[in-house]
């Protein structure tokens, strides 16, 4: 009735089905099955073989032989609130060290009910390990799902997937906040950005193309949102005549995933919520769009004081999030056409008004999680706005000649990953999404 | 009739839609259409407000109002064999520079011919770039496709898409082969794969993960078939009883693999064999599986001389892949069951024999494309593994506590998508299936 298995070696095959937790329904009543589980907390009553088990080390995971039954009254603090198991056997599969004391723990139903059903010998078991995992859990499902939509709506759209390098030997954007990698025996830097690469593809004429991968800055920002390392989900797409045919199809590519997530992942937005409660995502069809001197209007409007063409500090962008939310019930819009100062040298400036540009940022419950733009195709251009910007040119030679050849007009940008994740679900820190966060101060795991 | 259009600022959004030159099909006959194109080669003849168009450099991307002719003879030197365009107007959207001295190339087709169907003024735009770029958009587009099909095959099996990072503090295998990064005061690696990672989400209780990202390894090897960063496919997976549960789920994700890129990609596979022709890729369902001891003996019986726990040289592997071939008629197999002392530590033993080791490579024409195993999940039969292979226990103190609070059996393995493009494709050098490639003496673009 109870043993410690042999490690599993893969010594044989056994025909023993094992059935998953949640599919524990109560059409399975009065059947015997086998469930492997995790064991979070447990009592022994009664029956001498089983009360061994009580000695079982909490995290310790079992193979249970059991039968099924119906319960009368909901176990509420169980994740299966319509059956319990009634084991006959437990073989213990990987026994866990102990890290707490042992300790009986209350039941998690009303004492003595149920009991009666076999008389004797029950071990409740928590089938799901403490809800902060199950937390975790939810929240990497819908990651994971956020990904799979981006990449889906993508490819539906003409979209092709493309693979760039980390390791690069200069630093495209000039130079500041890059990891130095040693490289035999040479040095070479951690890409900030797909944005050469990306701008390559579309050169090379592959038309739309998208990338998933990991994105360094070596910034020493200790803030809720940023990390050194996270996921960028890029986007670059020749267009015919107006940029605005690239940021429509990243706005519809944002929608078609939100619509996704609310669609497929309802258990895990709604699993989260029970720790971290948030208001439902809200967003409009199409996507509202602002333009930055409407946003900055509407600021001034709430008492701000700021210049025209001056950027939107952390605040700002919060309060112009809640103004937006309050007059358009949105939680997603973009903000179009910024101050051309405030943009990096590559973005093209707005041909009715040399202040502004061809650029936006989207933002989710008031924080910044794209920021694209029309980028300069022209190699004379880019480099004029090079020289303005004080950057010198000899590092970003390959970066202007590959406009030298023919370049289709494009824009384009990247997304932060764990920012849309967090946002999505209305949680605070980007370490809450990211499975393994990176910072100034962390390392590990 | 012929123009310089300013550079495209984005000044309107014109009513004026684009036809790819794909969907120029025989039934847009006497249609008046616009096209966007790259000039390969011209010719002009007649119409003198054309001809000024002759000066236009290659590369350059023109914007063409044309009327839609039916041939008589197919046009065999273009991807449009049907069709030819009546050019009335152009305008040069991006002017290319001049990398070639322009000359005016010899017609594409038979002399004189389709004149007379305006009587004037033709000039011959190949629609297509040359063979080479047509050749790698093909191979780029058949990887983004092997990418989309491992993942959705995953994600049908009940998988989780992980995200692990690249940037950590210990090298986890043991420090060998590994970049180091400056990291603000300190110093770091880039991981050489996410083993650890994804091995601590099984821990966690995902119970199935894959993730797509980069691998980093800091070999000097200069060979057809090594990069320093290249596109890892990676898998973990818990499993019941036997380890086989995991490597029958992986041949299945390259048969699925298989199967989609010969449904979904043979316009690819045939541009490519084009220019680098290849049998077609073959394979078996069930996928044969060879035991490593059935190897050697093959081996054997073809004259290699070499020790039953002997690794497999590469000459040797290629020559196992011809027999295999001969014998089977299969591209594609797994050989299961790797001497332990060829593999890393973390690998477990045969239960059945100690000499041997519950592993297995997975090959496609004859070259290594998967490297994996059942892991060890137990931290004291880990511990003396490291210790047997002289690896310093303080460095992969994490590695191993991650086993301590009950760990589920489990195995995986490790993909390389560039040799799965270039094997499947029958290329010979895996720079051709990597956009930007990376080995020891080549760091730009």
Partial sequence: ??????????????????????????????????????????????????????????????????VVKKVEQKIESCSQQDVELHVERIFVISQSEARLPLQLEDAVRPEGE??????????????????????????????SGICQLFRDTLINKGFV??????????ASEGGANVFTVSYFKTSAYLAQSPQLYKQMCICADFDKVFCVGPVFRAEDSNTHRHLTEFVGLDIEMAFNYH?????????????????????????????????????PFKFLEPTLRLEYKEAVAMLKAAG????DEEDL?????????????????????????????????????????????NSYDMFMRGEEILSGAQRIHDAQLLTERAMHHSIDLEKIKAYIDSFRYGAPPHAGGGIGL????????????????????????????
């Fill in 418 to 445: 764990e920012r849309v994740t967090m946002l999505y679900l209305g949680l605070h820190n980007v370490r809450q999404t990211s499975m393994f966060p990176r910072d100034p101060k962390r390392l590990t795991p």
């Fill in 1 to 66: 009735r109870y043993g410690i298995c042999p490690m599993v070696q893969s010594q044989q095959k056994l025909d023993r089905p094992l059935v998953r937790v949640q599919d524990l329904t109560p059409e399975k009543a009065e059947q015997q099955i086998w469930v492997r589980a995790r064991i979070h907390t447990s009592r022994a009553k009664g029956k001498p073989a089983l009360t061994k088990a009580q000695g079982l080390t909490k995290e310790s995971i079992i193979d249970v032989e059991a």
């Fill in 304 to 307: 701000v004081e700021m210049g």
């Fill in 313 to 357: 500090s952390t605040p700002n962008e919060k309060l112009l999030g809640r103004l937006v939310k309050e007059k358009y019930d949105t939680d997603f819009y973009v903000l179009d056409k910024y101050p051309l100062a405030v943009r990096p040298f590559y973005t093209m400036p707005d041909p009715n008004n040399p202040k502004y540009s």
């Fill in 243 to 279: 940029y605005h045919e690239v940021m429509d199809s990243i706005t519809d590519t944002m929608v078609q995933i939100f619509k996704g997530l609310c669609d497929r992942f309802q258990t895990e937005i709604q699993t989260v919520n029970k720790q971290y409660p948030s208001e």
């Fill in 114 to 143: 149920g009991d009666e059903v076999r008389k004797v010998d029950l071990i409740i078991i928590n089938l799901h390990r403490n809800l902060n995992t199950t937390t975790s859990q939810a929240i990497f499902r819908l990651q």
């Fill in 161 to 170: 997937e493309i693979q760039t390098p980390k390791i690069i030997s200069a």
